[in-house]
């Protein structure tokens, strides 16, 4: 029984069941080709990381799933870029200059 004149906080009640965590890309909007066509702009530098951060912030499961995904692909890419060709391309261009 609760005393209606209680100083203490109501109990919290648990979440509803998430029903939208069962859809699909499909469903939530993200078919095929715009899947592809977001992979494809996440090979632009930064492009990836704040297209992967977006829909790493939604509430779907499945554009969760896929936000972290296109951040794995946006992080590996960057560190190609950035350990790999940006030091590639300093050094043959300071090849060709001196």
């Known amino acids: 029984m609760s005393n209606p004149r209680s100083r203490l906080p109501a109990r919290r009640q648990p979440p509803p069941p ?12 993200l078919g095929p080709f715009a899947t592809i066509f977001i992979v494809v702009i996440s090979i632009l530098p930064l492009t990836g990381l704040l297209i992967g951060l977006y829909y790493q912030r939604q509430k779907h499961y499945a554009t969760r799933t896929f936000g972290r995904t296109i951040m794995m692909f ?3 890419l960057h560190f190609i870029y950035f350990c790999v060709l940006c030091p590639l391309l ?9």
Do not use: E
């Open 18 to 29: 998430r029903v939208i965590d069962n859809l699909t890309l499909q469903q939530v909007g």
């Open 74 to 76: 946006a992080i590996l």
């Open 90 to 98: 300093g050094y043959i261009g300071f090849n060709r200059l001196f």
